[in-house]
Nanobody, 118 residues
């Protein structure tokens, strides 16, 4: 069972930046795809960005050009660099690691709160 621990959330002003990290245990990290999701207050969880084991990335339209997903397979850590943050980005952010993006499930972190406010 892979365990994931997110960090890096916090309070930031509009236009600011944060970098979220997702540290994984176990030996499967490099072979699996990773995704970042977020759940805004009172709303359903939504997919934000994905990265395959081969490094192919994809983003929801609302974060394209502002967020960058990446991974360091040696350290077994995934990242979500968030720039030009907006109040609408306020949410709890979760990382997810699974064998393939076409099949739901996998392992989830506990979430990290991101609040964008002046």
């Amino acid at each position: 069972q892979v365990q994931l621990v997110e960090s890096g959330g916090g309070l930031v002003q509009p236009g600011g930046s944060l970098r979220l990290s997702c540290a994984a245990s176990g030996s499967l990290f490099s072979a699996y795809s990773m995704a970042w999701y977020r759940q805004p207050p009172g709303k359903q969880r939504e997919l934000v960005a994905t990265i395959t084991s081969g490094g192919n990335t994809n983003y929801v339209d609302s974060v394209k050009g502002r967020f960058t997903i990446s991974r360091d397979n040696t350290k077994k850590i995934g990242y979500l660099q968030m720039n030009s943050l907006k109040p609408d980005d306020t949410a709890v952010y979760y990382c997810n690691l699974r064998r393939t993006l076409t099949i739901p499930g996998g392992s989830w972190g506990q979430g990290t709160q991101v609040t964008v406010s002046s």
